[in-house]
């Protein structure tokens, strides 16, 4: 009989966040896979709990899957967990997930803490539908071509973003949406939370005003406001043409004060 595949949330910060139900399956697991087997290792020792440990990251995903499947497939109780938070939420697992369940293997996920749900339900966004997006690119190109594709999307969005990119970021999210509502969620469960609201450039002000901006942060847009209007997409963009704005900066502006995205916009025009 094969084993069972477990995927246990753990805290993002504050230790008290994990579940009973998570610890007694880590200390019932033959075996716990994780990214630093030093960051767990501080987390078991916290709880009292002595089980063996393997590796399991970006860079041995492929061979330490094939590892795991085999001691699942010969009845061992496996407990995938990251770093901090809900495994495979922008951490490794996936692969490992995807061929248990090819093998016929039992994955039972195991809910705790997600730095995405803890942002969500106190940033003050609509929360009513989001979408979560990762990480944006490093590259300003990247990232504002990224920012591009989702200006249309009906929901709030949510990123994780490193802190030394921070203010580049919160940079392109104002000129990209505007005077969109943001919020920069900081240091999740941990001593130092906070949450900063406003617009992107407000935002950005307050960060950009400290020495330096520290820890682990996700960051928030919330939905596009659409103007209703009755004038046809191409004659709106026309009309700012007439009026000396280039037809690329007319076709954004279009786009921005009606939720479309640029590209919806370009193909109205030029079609």
Known sequence: MPGTLYLVATPIGNLEDITL????????AHLIACEDTRQTGKLLAHFGIAKPMVSYHEHNEAARTAELIAKLESDATVALVSDAGTPLVSDPGYRLVTAAIGAGIVVIPIPGASAVLSALSGAGLPTDAFRFCGFLPAKQGQRKKALEALRS??????????????????????????????????????????????????????????????????????????VASDTPIEDAVRELERK???????????????????????SKVTG
């Open 21 to 28: 139900r998570a610890l007694r399956v880590l200390r019932e």
């Open 153 to 226: 999307e009906d929901c709030t969005l949510v990123f994780y973003e490193a802190p030394h990119r921070i203010l580049d970021t919160l940079s392109d999210v104002s000129a990209v949406y505007g005077e969109r509502p943001v919020a920069v969620a900081r240091e999740l469960t941990k001593l130092h939370e906070e949450f900063l609201r406003g617009t992107a450039d407000e935002v950005r002000a307050r960060l950009a005003a400290r020495p330096s901006v520290k820890g682990e942060i996700v960051l928030l847009v919330g939905k596009g406001a659409a």
């Open 244 to 266: 000396g704005v280039p037809r690329m900066d007319a076709i954004k502006q279009v786009a921005r004060e009606r939720g479309l995205s640029k590209r919806d916009v370009y």
